[in-house]
């Protein structure tokens, strides 16, 4: 087991406690009266951990006060803990200070917020190291549990329950079937196949709607039942139909014999009506010839308007041909001249190609021979050696002959030496000659071909321009002729269409001279709606007849539906009490295993509903009396059972701080460090006993 014990606890400047150490044992008494420091010595060792009071609060006043109740500023606050951990000593310490910045132009300094620093075993460490540290050590949400035996009954129930579950392994659906297999067969396969809190949810919802269904359905046959209504004899609807469809023949038999006598009036409305026709026909082609003179002229003027469009970029681009070439017409020419010049200048140089003229040159083809110039001037420069009439192996000088042979020798190879670096000079300046000479003249065509360019190109500007000009203005006249076009046919011109005018208008003053028996006409139609709305009402009833047959059928359907539902929901609610038999055993295996870990404190972790159900749930009893109703002595031997246990299943254990000791006479052993918090009113500052 894993056992952390506080060895030393260093506070200065935290809420009350100015300066204070205290050295811990194995069990440790801390006795005061009221408001005299011993919470602030548990609030100081868990801010300095986890940031948090010994309540689990995240936000508390740490600062001390002045007399007055103010924060005392300007102090560092610091709590510094010796901790062994399974024999190795780990000192860890925090410290928070105030930030104060000056304001920009201001000599006053304002508290922009605290900032905390991080030793470990007196080396700084960042935050995240701290943290880290700390969490190797223990984790935050275990020491609370483990440190306060009021810890675990602060936690809600589910995560008691959660937390409990894992002091037993898992009890399986297959060990409760084991325990009576011959109950449980008919859900056996279901509860193998889920979790038994599945199962019953499962079987709930399926109860919730077959109980739905079963509330819905008498108000479904009543509603059918209201369906039904009083409806005569279907013999004598039968009767009532014939009678009226009998009257509806004799109309039409009326209506047949004047058509018979109407043939004439119906022989002009026909001629009418294909007169009318006629006259549309020849609006549709006039309309149709408009359209196409419209269209064509459209098409006009569009092509008018791309041709001038695709000379008008032509134009541009001519345009833009010929800038470049006279743009570049001025470099050719310089280029030329340039030539010119190194032309002349090299002629000259080549006239006088002996060395004293070639000194005398400016220009830059001397720069081009300047090593020549140097070689030859150094040769120039030489002069025979009297040392060379020495002879270098008996040092004696040679006889006046020989050194005037010698003499003359080095005059003759030094003239045939410069005459050489001559000829390499003025074979240098002929190869530079011509090739400026060609430069010139390449440079000289260039020019030539440029303003033939120019010229050529100047003249195709032109046509263009021409040809750019004449169609803009077919373009505008095309524009102008389809603007001129009517969109709307004159008929008043059309001599078939005023012909056929003058026949329709003939043919509406002989219809209107004829008897056409509009007035029969119109007693008949009156008559034949006032049987047809007779006919709709006797049909109706046929439909109504027809609709309780349908209801009778319906109300049948939903009686045997009735039964059988009934029949399901109470098959339902067998299965779903067997289920929550079956839940019932398991939870109470789950709870003879997990009590069986405490030796005072017993857990509820199901309770019976009046229905007959089970709810989960999770309340801690001593001897049967709920952990709520218990004294203050009862509640912290009962925490102080559930550390133990929890110390055993976590296999760790670090100091227990029990608060208001003194509320109980004797407590159990517990196999961790022991920090007791007495009041004591004779105790105005804080006594420590170790034992």
Same mark, same amino acid.
């Given at each position: 087991?894993?056992?952390?014990?506080?060895?030393?606890?260093?506070?200065?400047?935290?809420?009350?406690?100015?300066?204070?150490?205290?050295?811990?044992?194995?069990?440790?008494?801390?006795?005061?009266?009221?408001?005299?420091?011993?919470?602030?010595?548990?609030?100081?060792?868990?801010?300095?951990?986890?940031?948090?009071?010994?309540?689990?609060?995240?936000?508390?006043?740490?600062?001390?006060?002045?007399?007055?109740?103010?924060?005392?500023?300007?102090?560092?606050?610091?709590?510094?803990?010796?901790?062994?951990?399974?024999?190795?000593?780990?000192?860890?310490?925090?410290?928070?200070?105030?930030?104060?910045?000056?304001?920009?132009?201001? &000599?006053?300094?304002?508290?922009?917020?605290?900032?905390?620093?991080?030793?470990?075993?007196?080396?700084?460490?960042?935050?995240?190291?701290?943290?880290?540290?700390?969490?190797?050590?223990?984790?935050?949400?275990?020491?609370?549990?483990?440190?306060?035996?009021?810890?675990?009954?602060?936690?809600?129930?589910?995560?008691?329950?959660?937390?409990?579950?894992?002091?037993?392994?898992?009890?399986?659906?297959?060990?409760?079937?084991?325990?009576?297999?011959?109950?449980?067969?008919?859900?056996?396969?279901?509860?193998?196949?889920?979790?038994?809190?599945?199962?019953?949810?499962?079987?709930?919802?399926?109860?919730?709607?077959?109980?739905?269904?079963?509330?819905?359905?008498?108000?479904?046959?009543?509603?059918?039942?209201?369906?039904?209504? =009083?409806?005569?004899?279907?013999?004598?609807?039968?009767?009532?139909?014939?009678?009226?469809?009998?009257?509806?023949?004799?109309?039409?038999k009326q209506r047949d014999d004047m058509a018979a006598s109407l043939g004439a009036v119906d022989a002009v409305r026909d001629?009418?009506?294909?007169?009318?026709?006629?006259?549309?026909?020849? +609006?549709?082609?006039?309309?149709?010839?408009?359209?196409?003179?419209?269209?064509?002229?459209?098409?006009?003027?569009?092509?008018?308007?791309?041709?001038?469009?695709?000379?008008?970029?032509?134009?541009?681009?001519?345009?833009?041909?010929?800038?470049?070439?006279?743009?570049?017409?001025?470099?050719?020419?310089?280029?030329?001249?340039?030539?010119?010049?190194?032309?002349?200048?090299?002629?000259?140089?080549?006239?006088?190609?002996?060395?004293?003229?070639?000194?005398?040159?400016?220009?830059?083809?001397?720069?081009?021979?300047?090593?020549?110039?140097?070689?030859?001037?150094?040769?120039?420069?030489?002069?025979?050696?009297?040392?060379?009439?020495?002879?270098?192996?008996?040092?004696?000088? @040679?006889?006046?002959?020989?050194?005037? +042979?010698?003499?003359?020798?080095?005059?003759? +190879?030094?003239?045939?030496?410069?005459?050489?670096?001559?000829?390499?000079?003025?074979?240098?300046?002929? =190869?530079?000659?011509?090739?400026?000479?060609?430069?010139?003249?390449?440079?000289?065509?260039?020019?030539?071909?440029?303003?033939?360019?120019?010229?050529?190109v100047s003249a195709e500007l032109e046509t263009i321009k021409q040809d750019w000009t004449a169609a803009t203005g077919e373009?505008?006249?095309?524009?102008?002729?389809? #603007?001129?076009?009517?969109?709307?046919?004159?008929?008043?011109?059309?001599?078939? @269409?005023?012909?056929?005018? &003058?026949?329709?208008?003939?043919?509406?003053?002989?219809?209107?001279?004829?008897?056409?028996?509009?007035?029969?006409?119109?007693?008949?139609?009156?008559?034949?709606?006032?049987?047809?709305?007779?006919?709709?009402?006797?049909?109706?009833?046929?439909?109504?007849?027809?609709?309780?047959?349908?209801?009778?059928?319906?109300?049948?359907?939903?009686?045997?539906?009735?039964? #059988?539902?009934?029949?399901?929901?109470?098959?339902?609610?067998?299965?779903?009490?067997?289920?929550?038999?079956?839940?019932?055993?398991?939870?109470?295996?789950?709870?003879?295993?997990?009590?069986?870990?405490?030796?005072?404190?017993?857990?509820?972790?199901?309770?019976?509903?009046?229905?007959?159900?089970?709810?989960?749930?999770?309340?801690?009893?001593?001897?049967?009396?709920? @952990?709520?109703?218990?004294?203050?002595?009862?509640?912290?031997?009962?925490?102080?059972?559930?550390?133990?246990?929890?110390?055993?299943?976590? &296999?760790?254990?670090?100091?227990?701080?029990?608060?208001?000791?003194?509320?109980?006479?004797?407590?159990?052993?517990?196999?961790?460090?022991?920090?007791?918090?007495?009041?004591?009113?004779?105790?105005?500052?804080?006594?420590?006993?170790?034992?």
């Amino acid at each position: 087991m894993r056992r952390i014990t506080l060895k030393k606890l260093r506070v200065e400047n935290f809420k009350g406690c100015r300066e204070r150490q205290i050295d811990f044992g194995q069990t440790t008494d801390i006795y005061g009266a009221n408001a005299s420091g011993k919470t602030t010595i548990f609030d100081a060792f868990t801010w300095m951990l986890f940031n948090r009071d010994s309540a689990g609060a995240t936000t508390f006043d740490i600062r001390p006060l002045d007399a007055d109740g103010r924060m005392v500023d300007n102090v560092e606050i610091l709590v510094e803990a010796v901790l062994d951990v399974d024999g190795e000593t780990i000192t860890l310490q925090k410290v928070q200070k105030q930030n104060w910045v000056k304001k920009r132009g201001t &000599d006053t300094a304002v508290l922009q917020g605290n900032t905390n620093a991080y030793e470990i075993n007196g080396f700084p460490a960042s935050e995240a190291e701290y943290k880290t540290k700390i969490a190797s050590i223990i984790q935050e949400s275990l020491f609370k549990l483990l440190t306060d035996p009021r810890a675990f009954a602060a936690l809600p129930w589910k995560e008691q329950r959660d937390i409990l579950l894992r002091f037993i392994s898992e009890i399986t659906e297959a060990d409760v079937l084991a325990k009576d297999p011959t109950k449980y067969a008919p859900i056996a396969d279901e509860v193998q196949a889920a979790p038994i809190e599945k199962c019953i949810e499962k079987a709930k919802k399926a109860m919730s709607k077959l109980k739905d269904r079963q509330k819905e359905l008498p108000a479904r046959i009543d509603e059918a039942n209201k369906a039904l209504v =009083d409806v005569p004899e279907l013999a004598d609807l039968e009767l009532q139909r014939n009678a009226l469809n009998d009257q509806l023949a004799e109309i039409q038999k009326q209506r047949d014999d004047m058509a018979a006598s109407l043939g004439a009036v119906d022989a002009v409305r026909d001629e009418i009506m294909q007169v009318k026709a006629e006259m549309g026909t020849v +609006e549709m082609k006039v309309r149709e010839r408009i359209r196409e003179t419209l269209r064509d002229a459209e098409t006009a003027h569009d092509e008018a308007n791309r041709k001038a469009d695709r000379l008008f970029a032509a134009k541009k681009d001519k345009e833009a041909e010929l800038k470049s070439l006279q743009d570049k017409l001025p470099e050719k020419r310089a280029e030329l001249e340039q030539a010119r010049k190194q032309y002349s200048e090299a002629v000259k140089i080549t006239a006088d190609t002996n060395a004293e003229g070639l000194q005398h040159q400016t220009n830059y083809f001397v720069e081009k021979f300047k090593d020549l110039q140097m070689t030859i001037a150094g040769k120039k420069a030489e002069t025979f050696s009297d040392d060379s009439t020495v002879c270098p192996v008996c040092h004696r000088e @040679y006889p006046a002959e020989q050194v005037e +042979e010698m003499r003359e020798s080095f005059e003759v +190879e030094k003239q045939a030496s410069l005459a050489a670096r001559i000829r390499a000079i003025q074979k240098l300046l002929t =190869d530079n000659l011509r090739s400026i000479t060609a430069t010139g003249n390449a440079a000289s065509q260039a020019v030539k071909d440029i303003e033939a360019k120019i010229a050529t190109v100047s003249a195709e500007l032109e046509t263009i321009k021409q040809d750019w000009t004449a169609a803009t203005g077919e373009a505008s006249k095309a524009y102008e002729y389809k #603007n001129s076009l009517p969109t709307q046919p004159d008929l008043s011109v059309n001599q078939e @269409y005023t012909a056929l005018q &003058d026949k329709l208008a003939a043919l509406q003053r002989q219809l209107s001279n004829m008897d056409t028996g509009e007035g029969m006409k119109q007693q008949l139609a009156s008559r034949e709606a006032e049987i047809r709305v007779q006919l709709d009402g006797v049909n109706r009833q046929f439909a109504a007849v027809e609709a309780n047959d349908r209801a009778q059928e319906r109300i049948e359907e939903l009686k045997t539906e009735q039964r #059988n539902v009934g029949q399901l929901v109470a098959d339902q609610e067998r299965k779903l009490y067997l289920l929550e038999e079956f839940s019932r055993a398991k939870m109470e295996m789950l709870s003879s295993g997990i009590n069986g870990q405490f030796r005072l404190v017993n857990f509820k972790l199901f309770e019976m509903q009046i229905n007959g159900g089970m709810k989960d749930t999770c309340e801690m009893t001593v001897n049967g009396v709920p @952990y709520s109703s218990l004294n203050s002595a009862g509640k912290l031997q009962a925490g102080l059972d559930v550390i133990a246990a929890l110390s055993r299943l976590y &296999d760790v254990s670090a100091p227990i701080w029990i608060d208001n000791r003194e509320s109980v006479t004797e407590i159990p052993a517990v196999d961790a460090q022991v920090i007791n918090l007495y009041v004591s009113a004779p105790d105005k500052a804080l006594r420590i006993e170790v034992a």
